[in-house]
């Protein structure tokens, strides 16, 4: 009897033990993932798009064979053209730097002047220069004077360059040379001061044509005899600005 009491008593033990098991509940924690402006989940970029810029300092000047007398003109022109591989608003623009670096002995005094044009078309009439030699006889000394009546005329489509204002005029500058004025005088005390003009937002439509005269200008109150035999320089320099 006792046994079979003992037997009861276990499978009511296990039994117990089952419910309690099978009934049991057990603490946990809950993790929540809310994500937020999922439409902004991409990084997209795209590189930008330099021009290609083509400075064209132009034809050499011939002197050689030339007798340059006071009055005698120099025209330079010179191109300044942008490409661009892509023809949309990604291509951006640049700032060019044209740099005028005079080497002008001393003896030339402000003789030496110069102006800038800048012309959009590809009319290579827009500025144009003439040089004619002439002969006079100097009733004072007996002697004869020799010197150039030269003539440059800029066309209607062009502005002048301002080196007061370091840009170029809103308005038109056509006509002689002599009427609308001079851009500057090269400095002879300094050697070293070099004019720079600064041609901005260079892009791939870009297509201007610039035109750099100098002027070796006929002094008519002064005698210009110490100047004879002397050599002056003015080198054009093109770069990107930084």
Known sequence: M?????????????ATLLVAVVGATFAYFTATFKPQNEEYNTVSAKAAVLPTVTFNYGDKIETSGVDIYPGYKFLKEVTVKGTCTDSGDDCKTVDLVLTLKPNIPAEFGSNIKYAVYKSSTSNSEAVSCDNVK???????????????EGTCTAGSDVTQYNSNNKDFADSIKSGKIEETGYSGTFNTKDNSEDVTILIEDVGGSTDDTYYVVVDYFNNTSDNQNTEQGKEFTITLEANLQP
């Open 134 to 148: 002439k002969e006079l006889t100097d009733e004072s000394s007996g002697g004869v004077k020799y010197y150039y």
């Open 2 to 14: 006792e046994r079979k009491n003992t037997i009861l008593l276990t499978v009511i033990a296990i």
